[in-house]
Structure formats: C-alpha cells, structure tokens
T-cell receptor, first 112, second 114 residues
Framework: AQSVAQPEDQVNVAEGNPLTVKCTYS??????LFWYVQYPNRGLQFLLK??????LVKGSYGFEAEFNKSQTSFHLKKPSALVSDSALYFC??????????FGPGTRLSVLP | DTEVTQTPKHLVMGMTNKKSLKCEQH?????MYWYKQKAKKPPELMFV???????INESVPSRFSPECPNSSLLNLHLHALQPEDSALYLC?????????????FGPGTRLTVL
C-alpha cells in the first residue's frame, strides 16, 4: 500500500522569506510524486511532479521540490514567499497499478 | 484548451431527488476521475474511467452512478443521497491514466443534500 504524510497542518511564513512544505511517502517500488495547490472553493492545480532523474524538480509559480530517496521525502520549496501563495497544499504519490493517494494537506499562510 | 469544466457550480438537492453532475475536457485525455472532497480534507477517489471503461470503483454506494458517454464527457448521477454526501465533487482527467501522468482538476461542484 502507498501512503503520504504531511507532518504540518499549518505553516506560517513572512512574505519574502523562503518557505518549505514537508512531505514524506511510503510506497513499494519507484514512486511518482506530485504537488498540488488548492485555493478556497476551487479545484486542485498541478504544481510539479517527480518521475525520475534530477532530484530537484522545478514547477509552476517559482515552486520547486527536492526528492530524497533515502529519507523518502519530497519537500516543496520556494525561495521567496508571496501573500498570494497562501492556500492548501497537497502532496500525492502514485505507483504503477495504483491511483493517486493524497496527503492530508498543509495550510500555508504567508503573512504580509 | 487545458481546462476541465464542471456543471453546475452549486447544487442543492433533497434526499429524494435525482440529479446529475457533468464534467467535460477537450485535452484528448483518455482517463477521467471523480473525487469527493470534504472541507479541509484531501480528495477521495470514487471512480476511474480509462478509455471510456470503468476501471476503478472505490466501493462507492450505489446511490452514486457514473457514466462516460464519450472520451470528453463524464457524468455522475445522484439518487437518494444522504446529508453526509454533502461535499465538493471534483472531476479530473489525465493523458492516459498512467502512474506518472498528472491529473488536471475541474473547479468542482459544491453539493448540499438537505
């Protein structure tokens, strides 16, 4: 079985500071990892994914994520946070023959 | 066109009503999904259609009935729902339904069951 953990319900960061939203996963075999963002009363927007190759993945809106196989982590990062980044962030894992499993979500608040 | 559209945006229905949710995509994707999302929770997978065939039904009660009339359309027929079925219903699509394919989500239908 595959699973995803996001250890922080809430992350607060000041505008202009770097942000990190954490994700750890458990899957047998090679993982496919994804980050999505959800604004209030909206659907999920795809940010980035890791399939294979370079451990640092760059995505939309200046976000990037680092895949760490030994720590089974896929943390989302951004060098300089914007107030407009405030939203609910979901990490998800998929594996061959399975379907997406989403983490519980992390609410990011960027304070002006 | 990189959009998944869903109608209606909001739906209020009684427990004896029959209604349908609609989803459409014109990206040529061959896999389509229905998810249910409760407030502040992650989406929960309900159904997967792959090449217009139902491939996954995550033990969803029979009061939810999916239909895929063609590769661009996905419907969810609702009948005799319960108040606990109130939620945001999300449709998504992906290129071929492979593990590495990202899913594109619609804005959702906010369903309230009275």
């Amino acid at each position: 079985a595959q699973s995803v953990a996001q250890p922080e319900d809430q992350v607060n960061v000041a505008e202009g500071n770097p942000l990190t939203v954490k994700c750890t996963y458990s899957v047998s075999g090679n993982p496919y990892l994804f980050w999505y963002v959800q604004y209030p009363n909206r659907g999920l927007q795809f940010l980035l994914k890791y399939i294979t190759g370079d451990n640092l993945v760059k995505g939309s809106y200046g976000f990037e994520a680092e895949f760490n196989k030994s720590q089974t982590s896929f943390h989302l990062k951004k060098p300089s946070a914007l107030v407009s980044d405030s939203a609910l962030y979901f990490c998800a894992v998929n594996n061959y023959g399975q379907n997406f499993v989403f983490g519980p979500g992390t609410r990011l608040s960027v304070l002006p | 066109d990189t959009e998944v559209t869903q109608t209606p945006k909001h739906l209020v229905m009684g427990m004896t009503n029959k209604k349908s949710l609609k989803c459409e995509q014109h990206m040529g994707h061959r896999a389509m999904y229905w998810y249910k999302q409760k407030a502040k929770k992650p989406p929960e997978l309900m159904f997967v259609y792959s090449y217009e065939k139902l491939s996954i039904n995550e033990s969803v009660p029979s009061r939810f009935s999916p239909e895929c009339p063609n590769s661009s359309l996905l419907n969810l027929h609702l009948h005799a729902l319960q108040p606990e079925d109130s939620a945001l219903y999300l449709c998504a699509s992906s290129q071929q339904g492979l593990a590495g394919d990202e899913q594109f989500f619609g804005p959702g239908t906010r369903l309230t069951v009275l």
